[in-house]
């Protein structure tokens, strides 16, 4: 993981350079990307998601088990998105080895499994940067430099990830509605999950203020994967850090797609600032 020079004066907020103006829900970027809504989150939704899907959010509030909803929801993604007949959606013959008209939205979450610093995680930190307002922090290296070329490798990396798709990422605002559906179907009174993820060292990640010897506040990339098991997360690296994670910040559950991603127990979390936890 990339060092990030510690910013002591950025305080609890979300950094200017770290947002867009605007996003595309219903919480601005500013608020977001805070610790405030860390702290005191509320629910979060894509604008016009559940109005084009409405069909489909009728059908899960008839049906009882979770399994029966994942069902419904991977069937509907198939016709919606003509995932098994890409060329119906303008899919053409391609050259090369890849074919990116058969990519979709498993297709990334595989992808951000298997390296997040890939094309597919440039698709995923793209898209959160469209629909949420919050700036990738780094890609194959830091992005805080519009100009660089690292900055320029990472707009490569989206651009080549969605060329030639069908509608990549409205397929992700469906998958991100449908988590945060099911989590609520789960468990409506629950607001925050507690989360672990191993990292190399503490200082890999942007510290904007440390409050003690094992508390810090951190800005975090926009997208990012964390575990729920503490044991899972100290595979990865030297220290843990845990955090408590608003649910309404999920893109990605394990057990969210029973039958996909086996054996995955990562949780794929939108970013911002947070207070986090050394434990290890």
């Not at 005191?40 to 939704?45: D, E, G, K, N």
């Not at 793209?126 to 900055?151: A, I, K, M, Q, T």
Request: hydrophobic share 35%.
């Amino acid at each position: 993981m990339d060092d990030h020079r510690q910013n002591p004066g950025y305080g609890d907020s979300l950094p200017a350079a770290a947002r867009l103006p605007v996003n595309r829900c219903n919480i601005p970027p500013q608020i977001l990307g805070s610790l405030t809504y860390q702290q005191h989150p509320v629910a979060l939704s894509i604008d016009g998601v559940k109005q084009v899907h409405r069909a489909l959010f009728e059908q899960l509030d008839r049906c009882d088990t979770p399994e029966e909803r994942a069902g419904h929801f991977t069937a509907y993604m198939r016709s919606g998105f003509l995932l098994d007949h890409p060329e119906l959606a303008g899919g053409g013959p391609t050259t090369g080895k890849r074919t990116r008209h058969k990519a979709d939205y498993l297709r990334l979450l595989r992808g951000w499994l298997f390296d997040n610093d890939g094309l597919e995680g440039a698709v995923l930190k793209g898209w959160v940067e469209s629909r949420f307002g919050l700036l990738p922090r780094s890609h194959n290296g830091l992005l805080n430099d519009f100009g660089s070329e690292s900055y320029a490798r990472y707009l490569s990396d989206r651009a080549r990830g969605l060329y030639n798709t069908n509608a990549l990422e409205a397929q992700l605002d469906l998958l991100f509605s449908y988590c945060q559906y099911e989590w609520q179907r789960r468990a409506p009174e629950q607001t925050h999950v507690l989360l672990y993820r191993g990292v190399n060292r503490i200082d890999s990640h942007e510290i904007l203020h440390q409050a003690s010897k094992q508390t810090f506040i951190v800005l975090l990339n926009n997208l990012n994967s964390f575990s729920g098991e503490r044991e899972r997360a100290d595979e990865f690296g030297d220290d843990v850090i845990a955090a408590r994670i608003p649910v309404y910040k999920l893109l990605y559950m394990p057990g969210l797609l029973p039958g996909h991603l086996q054996g995955e127990q990562e949780h794929l979390v939108i970013g911002g600032v947070y207070q986090i936890e050394l434990v290890r």
